[in-house]
Each structure stands twice: as structure tokens, then as C-alpha cells.
């Protein structure tokens, strides 16, 4: 069964860049698709991106041009580079695998998320 | 964006109880709906997609219903596991959106 762990810096200034890298284990990371979502503390879920090892991926448009996101097949980690960071951003990151069923993608498997707070 | 609206915010129930979950989108979008449970600090845990095909090792007490902008999730008889958030989540279209959760909690 895969399993996906978030790991990254849990404090970022802001106007600074948030890197964070998810592992994936029991699994290879050149098939399905490979996401971020994120929660602020005690509201919902935000969807931020999604890619493949094919070099396709989809971000989301209210964050598109501060999202970049990476995939490394030799480690089978992804990663998820956030720019520009205000107070807004912070939340708890989680990585999740993306898996197609009925032919619409969704995240069926999430890592246990990394709390990363924008602060001076 | 599609708005997904969850009611109520909050319910409190009892062992046993059938309880049911609504979400309604702000635009239709056929059956692209999943739900998802997040038990306090821990990872959503996909339930049902499509609106109603339970995902492998959900037990049978959740159900799902509902296509274009209604939609429902029950759990049939309440065991104390299913005190939780529940989420639901519509991939029709682009960018993913979810609801802002409905807490289930213990009468």
C-alpha cells in the first residue's frame, strides 16, 4: 500500500519561497498523478496542483503563478515550491496520490500532512 | 470555481443513529462528487466517488447519492469511529473544490 510523508521547513518568513518535498514508499511514483492540497487552521480544504512524471501537471488558478512543482523519479519524491508567501498561506500541506476511477482523478491516498507557518 | 456547500456545519448524534450529510453545488456537475473523513490531526480518508461507489475496504454502512447539484452521504447505523469531519469534493471541473466540512459529533 503506498504511503506518502510530507517534509519540509515548518516556518517561512514571508515574501520567502515554501519548498516542500513528499516521499512516496510502497510505490512508484512514474504512474498516476501527484497532488498538494492544503487547510488552514480550522477551515476547509484547497486543492493546489496536480502533475505526473510525464512533465503534465495543472495548478490551481487562484495560486498558478507562485506554484511551481517538481517530480524526482530517482528518489520518488515530488515537490512543491510556493512564492512569495503571506500570513495567508499558512496551513497544514498534505501530498497526495491522485488515482483515476470512473475516469476522474482523485486523491484516494494522503500523506500526514506538515504544518507550515508564514511568520517574521 | 464550483462552490460546494455542506449542511449542516454540524450534527450531533448517538451510537446507532442513521445520520445524513448534504452537499449541494453551486453548478451542476453530474455525478463527479467524492467524499472524504478527517478524524482530528490526521489525513482525509476517501470514502465514496462518483457520488456513490464506496471505495475498497469502506465499510457498508456509508452511502452515497445524488447527481448535478444535490447530493447526500449516510452513514447508516453510527459507530463510535465515525465521529469525524466529513468533506465532500467535485472533480467535474477545473479546479477541484471542496466543501467546508460537516462535523459529526457525539450526542
Known amino acids: 500500500q503506498v504511503q506518502l510523508q510530507e517534509s519540509g521547513p515548518g516556518l517561512v518568513k514571508p515574501s520567502e519561497t515554501l519548498s516542500l518535498t513528499c516521499t512516496v514508499s510502497g510505490g512508484s511514483i512514474s504512474s498516476d498523478y501527484w497532488s498538494w492540497i492544503r487547510q488552514p487552521a480550522g477551515k476547509g480544504l484547497e486543492w493546489i496542483g496536480r502533475?505526473?512524471?510525464?512533465?503534465?501537471?495543472n495548478n490551481n488558478p487562484s495560486l498558478r503563478s507562485r506554484v511551481t512543482m517538481s517530480i524526482d523519479t530517482s528518489k520518488n519524491q515530488f515537490s512543491l515550491k510556493l512564492s512569495s508567501v503571506t500570513a495567508a498561506d499558512t496551513a497544514v500541506y498534505y501530498c497526495a496520490r491522485e488515482r483515476a476511477y470512473s475516469n476522474y482523478l482523485w486523491p484516494d491516498s494522503w500523506g500526514q500532512g506538515t504544518l507550515v507557518t508564514v511568520s517574521s | 470555481d464550483i462552490q460546494m456547500t455542506q449542511s449542516p456545519s454540524s450534527v450531533s448524534a448517538s451510537v446507532g443513529d442513521r445520520v445524513t450529510i448534504t452537499c449541494r453545488a453551486s453548478?451542476?456537475?453530474?455525478?463527479?462528487l467524492a467524499w472524504y473523513q478527517q478524524k482530528p490531526g490526521k489525513a482525509p480518508k476517501f470514502l465514496i466517488y462518483g457520488a456513490s461507489s464506496l471505495q475498497s475496504g469502506v465499510p457498508s454502512r456509508f452511502s452515497g447519492s445524488g447527481s448535478g447539484t444535490d447530493f447526500t452521504l449516510t452513514i447508516s447505523s453510527l459507530q463510535p469511529e465515525d465521529f469525524a469531519t466529513y468533506y465532500c469534493?467535485?472533480?467535474?471541473?477545473?479546479?477541484?473544490?471542496f466543501g467546508q466540512g460537516t462535523r459529526l459529533e457525539i450526542k
Open positions: 453548478q451542476g456537475i453530474s455525478s463527479w
Open positions: 469534493q467535485q472533480a467535474n471541473s477545473f479546479p477541484p473544490t
Open positions: 502533475m505526473r512524471t510525464s512533465g503534465n501537471s
